[in-house]
T-cell receptor, first 115, second 114 residues
Framework: AQKVTQAQTEISVVEKEDVTLDCVYETRDTTYYLFWYKQPPSGELVFLIR??????QNEISGRYSWNFQKSTSSFNFTITASQVVDSAVYFC????????????FGTGTRLQVFP | GAVVSQHPSWVICKSGTSVKIECRSL??????MFWYRQFPKQSLMLMATSNEGSKATYEQGVEKDKFLINHASLTLSTLTVTSAHPEDSSFYICSARVSRSEQFFGPGTRLTVL
């Protein structure tokens, strides 16, 4: 069965701190996609990244970086030098190759960045 | 990126009435759209997959007679919550498939049933 676990329900940091959001997934498929989305207080889901299961290269985009480790079924997200605008709920999600339409979301991690 | 809009952004209605929510793909054609539901401080749950010109496919546990989905054109899908009750109060989000494994999400509609 497919499942996405985000064990951290809420994280609070002070501006400029680095923070890592954890994501652990379960799937029997060998081909799958992993995603991170940001949901600010306005509610709109903002796409951050998509990764396919064959690409284990870590990715960096500005202050954001992602660490994909197939061996531990994890796809962690790090924000470097956090800012108040990073405050949001962050969702990790999984879709499998046989049904790429179905996104399975984790329960989300609420990040609060204080000035 | 692709833009998906939803209307209305929020709606308050009385118990027993029906509410229609529109989801539009603004700059692309979407043969497939999706409807999600999100309760406060919870995750998104897929309700149904809407295919243009055919019946929607509902996820297990979602009442198709309660949540009517119509996808009459390549840019518009509608979700009608029929005979709404307070327990239907939620945040409803649509998305449109842009390509295999890629969806863009609308801004969501907050429904409050009194």
């Amino acid at each position: 069965a497919q499942k996405v676990t985000q064990a951290q329900t809420e994280i609070s940091v002070v501006e400029k701190e680095d923070v890592t959001l954890d994501c652990v997934y379960e799937t029997r498929d060998t081909t799958y996609y992993l995603f991170w989305y940001k949901q600010p207080p306005s509610g709109e889901l903002v796409f951050l990244i998509r990764r396919n299961s064959f690409d284990e290269q870590n990715e960096i985009s500005g202050r954001y970086s992602w660490n994909f480790q197939k061996s531990t079924s994890s796809f962690n997200f790090t924000i470097t030098a956090s800012q108040v605008v990073d405050s949001a709920v962050y969702f990790c999600a999984l879709s499998e190759a046989w049904n790429t339409d179905k996104l399975i979301f984790g329960t989300g991690t609420r990040l609060q960045v204080f000035p | 990126g692709a833009v998906v809009s939803q209307h209305p952004s929020w709606v308050i209605c009385k118990s027993g009435t029906s509410v229609k929510i529109e989801c539009r793909s603004l700059d692309f054609q979407a043969t497939t759209m999706f409807w999600y539901r999100q309760f406060p401080k919870q995750s998104l749950m897929l309700m149904a997959t809407s295919n243009e010109g055919s019946k929607a496919t509902y996820e297990q546990g979602v009442e198709k007679d309660k949540f009517l989905i119509n996808h009459a054109s390549l840019t518009l899908s509608t979700l009608t919550v029929t005979s709404a009750h307070p327990e239907d109060s939620s945040f409803y989000i649509c998305s449109a498939r842009v390509s295999r494994s890629e969806q863009f999400f609308g801004p969501g509609t907050r429904l409050t049933v009194l």
